[in-house]
């Protein structure tokens, strides 16, 4: 009796051990699920019950984007295709100028949205005021576009990259381009701005509210909204994401990429921004080597919401960066 309480006090560290371990690894594949899966019905489920007592401050910005949405639809876009590196076949939005131009506008949207959804807002400014041809692509696993994993930045700097030799290869090499990111997109188009395949057409980009790194903005999630520590639950993460979908969040982070960048870059971010801190708008500024950089930080904003608070403002500053950085459009 005594030989066998003995080998069972000496197996239970053991056990418990290896209990704690599978726990983890779990724990860290359902995070993986919630954040990174295409169909994941915890995330939609969340999102449902937010909106369900919406602010009168968010319910007009929904109504602001509805009438968007309306004007979008009413132009009739064209959808057109690529195929990814790995394969996977992409969709976008496609919406003449309404002049002939070539200039163009291509613009990614954030985590879990869509090209319409999330550009809707924008389309008439750039449309209409900027006479700019306007691709607006559905990132994979979003949207109309293929794929189970969502990219985080990481796999949609190659998608990104290979819709502006889209533009070029259809349109022409004498095509000016310009890239708009919001959030998970801002991020794609930055950890795109220092990548030595970065065309030459590329004259601009304007990043709002990107993360300076995925696995830093994962380490912020994990925080604030599951009160976890990052390890070894990121750790386990980042092993699950290697493995199903083939990427790493360490890899290709923006704020390495602009160190490399030599294009114009407009950052912009809300103060009020709680989901991807103001911070790391401040490193992504610092971090960047190009010599035409600009810093707004839009007062009382929240995550993606720049736009809806200040219209006018962001307007201004967009066109007058993108005036400064190609001399074809009038001021």
């Not at 307007?315 to 074809?328: A, P, T």
Request: with cysteine; hydrophobic share 35%.
């Amino acid at each position: 009796m005594r030989k066998t309480a003995k080998i069972l006090c000496t197996a239970l560290p053991v056990i418990s051990a290896a209990g704690a371990a599978a726990g983890l690894y779990k724990l860290a594949g359902y995070f993986f699920n919630y954040c990174l899966v295409r169909t994941n019905p915890g995330y939609k489920a969340a999102q449902n019950k937010a909106h369900e007592n919406l602010s009168p401050k968010q319910a007009a910005e929904d109504f602001f984007q509805e009438e968007h949405l309306k004007w979008f639809d009413s132009q009739h876009p064209q959808t057109v295709h690529i195929v990814s590196e790995d394969s996977l076949k992409l969709s976008a939005y496609y919406i003449p100028a309404p002049k002939p131009t070539k200039n163009f506008l291509l613009a990614i949207h954030g985590y879990r949205c869509n090209g319409r959804e999330e550009y809707a807002i924008f389309s008439p400014f750039y449309h209409n005021d900027m006479n700019f041809n306007l691709l607006i692509p559905d990132d994979r696993a979003h949207g109309r576009s293929e794929g189970k994993y969502i990219g985080f930045g990481c796999l949609d700097r190659k998608d990104c990259l290979a819709w502006c030799r889209y533009i070029t290869k259809t349109f022409g090499n004498d095509c000016r381009i310009f890239l708009h990111g919001v959030s998970m997109g801002a991020s794609t188009v930055l950890a795109a701005s220092g990548d030595p395949a970065l065309l030459p057409q590329i004259k601009g980009i304007i990043a709002d509210c990107g993360f300076s790194r995925g696995w830093d903005e994962l380490k912020y999630i994990l925080k604030k909204t599951y009160h976890l520590p990052s390890f070894p639950l990121l750790n386990l993460f980042d092993r699950i994401c290697r493995a199903k979908a083939g990427y790493s969040t360490k890899e290709y982070s923006p704020i390495e990429q602009v160190v490399h960048s030599r294009v114009p870059i407009l950052f912009i971010h809300g103060d009020a921004d709680d989901f991807v801190p103001t911070p790391m708008a401040y490193a992504l500024y610092d971090a960047c080597t190009s010599q035409d950089k600009e810093l707004w930080i839009v007062h009382g904003a929240a995550h993606a919401r720049s736009y809806y608070t200040d219209q006018k403002g962001y307007e201004l500053r967009v066109h007058r960066f993108i005036c400064k950085h190609m001399s074809s459009i009038p001021a």
